[in-house]
T-cell receptor, first 119, second 117 residues
Framework: GAVVSQHPSRVICKSGTSVKIECRSL??????MFWYRQFPKQSLMLMAT?????????EQGVEKDKFLINHASLTLSTLTVTSAHPEDSSFYIC???????????????FGPGTRLLVL | AQKVTQAQTEISVVEKEDVTLDCVYE???????LFWYKQPPSGELVFLIR??????QNEISGRYSWNFQKSTSSFNFTITASQVVDSAVYFC??????????????FGQGTILTVHP
């Protein structure tokens, strides 16, 4: 149980285009989802926290207009990288935290990640 | 502020050796959670364990064991009889219990474990 999926797993796009990444909790309801960015051989950097039905909370230094987050339902959050540039190339990982039961309220379960390459 | 330190950047062992990954944390909260995650080459973070700050019992799960010592603010992870499939990056993480942090995790820098055949 507590499975989180992420789509796409890999995307290559041209500079200036927008890319949408989906994060879904498959077998539990996720009131809170988190978006992370990870550079090679580094730890995870939290970008933003999204709660279902409300605006995302962005970490300091993360551009809200650049990284649009929508948490439309208890099982889906999306991250849109707008006007992507080569420096946005990275590994983006989402995680989901549940409402209750089976420990999902205390534990973040992670998706498999999305590798974004902007040419 | 919370902080997690994994002083070992990289560890290399030969298969069947035991290996311990260190994790030291800092927090002013009296109630918190500690976690270990495994990140294999595929990239997905796999949840290994969650420990509540009130529960200092050590835990064993197969070849994995965890030693939580509040007195030294440490939450170390030992793999017994390591296998090649254990090769991965291991992250220790800390989360405040309750409050308005929405469960934000503070990660350590990770330890790259390589198990050679």
């Amino acid at each position: 149980g507590a499975v989180v999926s992420q789509h796409p797993s890999r995307v290559i796009c041209k500079s200036g285009t927008s890319v949408k990444i989906e994060c879904r909790s498959l077998d539990f309801q996720a009131t809170t989802m988190f978006w992370y960015r990870q550079f090679p051989k580094q730890s995870l950097m939290l970008m933003a926290t999204s709660n279902e039905g409300s605006k995302a909370t962005y970490e300091q230094g993360v551009e809200k207009d650049k990284f649009l987050i929508n948490h439309a339902s208890l099982t889906l959050s999306t991250l849109t990288v707008t006007s992507a540039h080569p420096e946005d190339s990275s590994f983006y990982i989402c995680s989901a935290k549940g409402t209750s039961g089976r420990g999902v309220a205390e534990t973040q379960y992670f998706g498999p990640g999305t590798r974004l390459l902007v040419l | 502020a919370q902080k997690v330190t994994q002083a070992q950047t990289e560890i290399s062992v030969v298969e069947k050796e035991d290996v311990t990954l260190d994790c030291v944390y800092e927090t002013r909260d009296t109630t918190y959670y500690l976690f270990w995650y495994k990140q294999p080459p595929s990239g997905e973070l796999v949840f290994l364990i969650r420990r509540n700050s009130f529960d200092e019992q050590n835990e064993i799960s197969g070849r994995y064991s965890w030693n939580f010592q509040k007195s030294t603010s440490s939450f170390n992870f030992t793999i017994t009889a390591s296998q090649v499939v254990d090769s991965a990056v291991y992250f220790c993480a800390l989360r405040k219990a309750g409050g308005t942090s929405y469960g934000k995790l503070t990660f350590g820098q990770g330890t790259i474990l390589t198990v050679h055949p």
